[in-house]
């Protein structure tokens, strides 16, 4: 298994970052925080797939920062792990409810960690290839469903068989433009005089039921359309 994600461990503990840190050799780049702020920093500047977090902090409660993350939409799609030297069930319980994925238990053995983490990243790879997410825009390629907001206050958006594979193949070509003709032929099983008419009725019709995100889908005037950030 090469390189696959990028993991940011918040500890204050210099020697339980080194055993970390070993243990994933050859398998992630871990960075270090050694304070809440410092990992907020990081986590706002660089993409990370696994986030693991001391309960103990010297500056904050890891439960409590974890809240504050989430809070901040920080800890979206990422695997959320507590390290911590004792076993409280409340605690534990706790910290399931707001998102954490695994609780580490210290002394960490390195063999038993890795294969925690690479379990953990091998399902967020899973996922990913299943999901294609734009900001608030979430697409399941086997659901075939397209929704709208976070988890909370999500909301389906309602789309024709022929809308859906629109937005996929847009969302997938992200920044690139399709040519009418490309994107009718991925779309459609036969061809049509009426290709540019047929299309742009449901490329319109698909902005509308995206809201916000319908003005990422931009019209290059003479050839087709691109999805633009």
């Known amino acids: 298994m090469s390189v696959l994600s990028n993991v940011l461990i918040i500890e204050d503990d210099e020697d ?24 907020r920093t990081l986590l706002k500047s660089k993409k990370y797939e696994i986030v ?21 939409n920080l800890l979206e799609g990422k695997k959320v792990f507590i390290l911590t030297g004792e076993h409280a069930v409340s605690q534990e319980i706790e910290g399931h409810r707001i998102g954490v994925d695994e609780y580490i238990k210290k002394p ?16 967020l790879k899973g996922k990913n290839e299943d999901e294609l997410k734009i900001g608030a825009l979430n697409i399941s390629l086997s659901a075939l469903k397209v929704t709208l907001g976070d988890q909370e206050l999500e909301e389906e958006v309602d789309l024709t068989g022929k809308e859906f594979k629109i937005l996929v193949n847009l ?5 690139l433009v399709m040519s009418r003709e490309k994107l009718y032929e991925s779309i459609w099983d036969k061809e049509s005089d009426s290709l540019q008419r047929t299309l742009d009725m449901h490329v319109s019709t698909l902005r509308k039921k995206l809201g916000a995100y319908g003005k990422h889908i931009k019209t290059i005037r003479s050839i087709g359309y691109k999805f633009e950030v």
Request: proline content about 2%; hydrophobic content about 40%.
């Open 52 to 72: 693991i977090v001391d309960l103990y902090l010297e500056d904050e409660y890891g439960i409590k920062l974890i809240k504050e993350f989430n809070t901040e």
């Open 171 to 175: 969302v997938k070509n992200q920044g």
């Open 16 to 39: 339980i970052f080194k055993i970390v840190e070993k243990s994933l050799e050859g398998l992630f780049s871990v960075d270090h925080a050694e304070t809440s702020e410092v990992g």
């Open 108 to 123: 960490i053995n390195p063999q038993v960690f890795r294969a925690i983490v690479e379990k953990n990243a091998m399902k």
